[in-house]
Nanobody, 121 residues
Framework: QVQLVESGGGLVQAGGSLRLSCAASGRIFSINAMGWYRQTPGKQRELVATITSGSGTLYADSVKGRFTISRDNAKNTVYLQMNSLKPDDTGVYLC???????????????WGQGTQVTVSS
C-alpha cells in the first residue's frame, strides 16, 4: 500500500502565498508522476499542476506564472508553491501519484485526502 500525506493548506488573503507538500510512503519502486488537483463544490476535479520523474511540468492555464510545482525524488515528495493567490484558487487540493511497486507490472494510481486552501478577498 502507498499513502500520500498532504500539508500546508490554510486561509490566506488575496495576493498571499502558500506552499503545499505531499509525501508518498509505502511500497514504492518508482514514481512516474505526481500532481495536484483542485476540487470545489459543484465542479469537476481539475488539474492544477503535474510533474514527471524527469521534472517535466504541466500547469493549468489559470495558475501559470503564479504556481510552481517541484519534487524531491529522494523523499518521494512533491511541492506546490502558490503565489499571488486569488479567491478563485479556493478549494480542496488533492495530491496524486502514479507509481509502481515493483519493476514489472502496470503503474498504480493513488490520491491523498486533500488539504483545504481558502483565499479571502
Amino acid at each position: 500500500q502507498v499513502q500520500l500525506v498532504e500539508s500546508g493548506g490554510g486561509l490566506v488573503q488575496a495576493g498571499g502565498s502558500l506552499r503545499l507538500s505531499c509525501a508518498a510512503s509505502g511500497r514504492i519502486f518508482s514514481i512516474n508522476a505526481m500532481g495536484w488537483y483542485r476540487q470545489t463544490p459543484g465542479k469537476q476535479r481539475e488539474l492544477v499542476a503535474t510533474i514527471t520523474s524527469g521534472s517535466g511540468t504541466l500547469y493549468a492555464d489559470s495558475v501559470k506564472g503564479r504556481f510552481t510545482i517541484s519534487r524531491d525524488n529522494a523523499k518521494n515528495t512533491v511541492y506546490l508553491q502558490m503565489n499571488s493567490l486569488k479567491p478563485d484558487d479556493t478549494g480542496v487540493y488533492l495530491c496524486n501519484a502514479v507509481y509502481k511497486s515493483r519493476w514489472s507490472g502496470a503503474p498504480n494510481d493513488v490520491w491523498g485526502q486533500g488539504t483545504q486552501v481558502t483565499v479571502s478577498s
